[in-house]
């Protein structure tokens, strides 16, 4: 397990990228019944107090390379010309789809390479497969998770694996809902033998060693005693909290935003909570992402206009 612990060496999200467009709720709201982090996120605003969506956009897809492409398969220090190619290589797993305002993209990419970003910047727990370099056809659909990734834990001494579920949608209710639907299915089909023979047949670094530790974690595709599993959902949804507070003055924009948002807060939970206690594979470990967007449709469009 020695090698195994240092894998957040592998973390490719550099913090910095993340504090420049993503500020922290910090709070202490709980839930119950169930082991649950909940973690409240908000697009910062620029000087003209606009959410910063286009920054994040433009940030996430400097690391499409990265989410796309095992490092493996690829030179640890890239010359101009091998990033061009491989940028070039990234984004055509992509599927672009025609953006418009009757017909916005419902792919789920944009919230899936967030999700990436969050695990690796928050939860410190790099991409393990790179499952976006294993679709035979771009216009094909991630099959299972949408991420996994993986941390040691030092208090438990095990290993942490996340499968992630990213969730946009315009009502929060139905993120939530869809994201536990996701789990529960996940579990139903025993989609986690796949995921975890995933793991050992697609380990994305080139460090057998490591991947030979990993392996031995394993029994037929099922956790062993020093597994534990996690899921990581993104629930992203709109919040016209954003416009609300357009007419604050700067020095007051941020605490009356967050003020606001708090508040709204505790219905959130409250809302979570009525939902899990309805989910009954309670011995699963959850970390909740909140994320409010102006528009989901809107980040979901300058994604892809990053892509293009």
């Given at each position: 397990m020695e090698l195994v612990k240092n894998i957040a060496e592998k973390i490719s999200v550099e913090t910095p990228d993340f504090s420049n467009c993503i500020n922290v709720v910090e709070h202490d709201l709980k839930l119950t019944g169930i082991e649950a982090t909940v973690r409240f996120h908000y697009l910062k605003f620029d000087g003209n107090k606009q959410p910063m969506v286009k920054a994040l956009a433009d940030t996430l897809y400097a690391y499409i390379i990265d989410y796309c492409l095992s490092a493996k398969n690829r030179d640890e220090t890239l010359t101009a010309r091998q990033s061009t190619l491989l940028t070039k290589e990234a984004r055509s797993l992509f599927?672009?789809?025609?953006?418009?305002?009757?017909?916005?993209?419902?792919?789920?990419?944009?919230g899936?390479?967030?999700?990436?970003?969050?695990m690796e910047a928050v939860l410190k727990a790099p991409q393990i497969?790179?499952?976006m370099e294993l679709k035979t056809n771009h216009k094909d659909e991630v099959k299972g998770s949408d991420g996994i990734h993986a941390r040691w834990n030092e208090e438990l001494g095990v290993v942490d694996f996340y499968f992630g579920e990213s969730k946009l949608y315009k009502k929060i209710s139905d993120?939530?809902?869809?994201?536990l639907k996701s789990v529960n299915d996940f579990h139903d089909i025993k989609m986690y033998e796949h995921e975890f023979n995933m793991v050992t047949k697609h380990f994305k670094y080139a460090d057998?060693?490591?991947?030979?530790?990993?392996?031995q974690l394993f029994i037929n595709g099922n956790p062993g005693a020093n597994v534990r599993v996690n899921h990581a959902c993104l629930i992203g949804y709109d919040y016209k909290g954003y416009d609300d507070v357009l007419s604050e003055p700067h020095g007051n924009l941020i605490s009356r935003f967050e003020s606001e948002l708090l508040s709204?807060?505790?219905?959130?939970?409250?809302?979570?909570?009525?939902k899990l206690?309805?989910?009954?594979?309670?011995?699963?470990?959850?970390?909740?992402?909140?994320?409010?967007?102006?528009?989901?449709?809107?980040?979901?469009?300058?994604?892809?206009?990053?892509?293009?």
């Amino acid at each position: 397990m020695e090698l195994v612990k240092n894998i957040a060496e592998k973390i490719s999200v550099e913090t910095p990228d993340f504090s420049n467009c993503i500020n922290v709720v910090e709070h202490d709201l709980k839930l119950t019944g169930i082991e649950a982090t909940v973690r409240f996120h908000y697009l910062k605003f620029d000087g003209n107090k606009q959410p910063m969506v286009k920054a994040l956009a433009d940030t996430l897809y400097a690391y499409i390379i990265d989410y796309c492409l095992s490092a493996k398969n690829r030179d640890e220090t890239l010359t101009a010309r091998q990033s061009t190619l491989l940028t070039k290589e990234a984004r055509s797993l992509f599927r672009h789809p025609e953006i418009s305002d009757d017909s916005p993209d419902k792919t789920g990419e944009a919230g899936e390479t967030l999700l990436y970003f969050l695990m690796e910047a928050v939860l410190k727990a790099p991409q393990i497969v790179s499952k976006m370099e294993l679709k035979t056809n771009h216009k094909d659909e991630v099959k299972g998770s949408d991420g996994i990734h993986a941390r040691w834990n030092e208090e438990l001494g095990v290993v942490d694996f996340y499968f992630g579920e990213s969730k946009l949608y315009k009502k929060i209710s139905d993120a939530i809902t869809s994201a536990l639907k996701s789990v529960n299915d996940f579990h139903d089909i025993k989609m986690y033998e796949h995921e975890f023979n995933m793991v050992t047949k697609h380990f994305k670094y080139a460090d057998e060693a490591v991947k030979h530790e990993i392996s031995q974690l394993f029994i037929n595709g099922n956790p062993g005693a020093n597994v534990r599993v996690n899921h990581a959902c993104l629930i992203g949804y709109d919040y016209k909290g954003y416009d609300d507070v357009l007419s604050e003055p700067h020095g007051n924009l941020i605490s009356r935003f967050e003020s606001e948002l708090l508040s709204n807060a505790v219905n959130l939970v409250g809302l979570l909570q009525s939902k899990l206690d309805k989910f009954e594979k309670k011995y699963l470990v959850f970390d909740v992402f909140f994320l409010p967007f102006p528009s989901v449709v809107d980040f979901r469009n300058a994604f892809n206009e990053a892509l293009d």
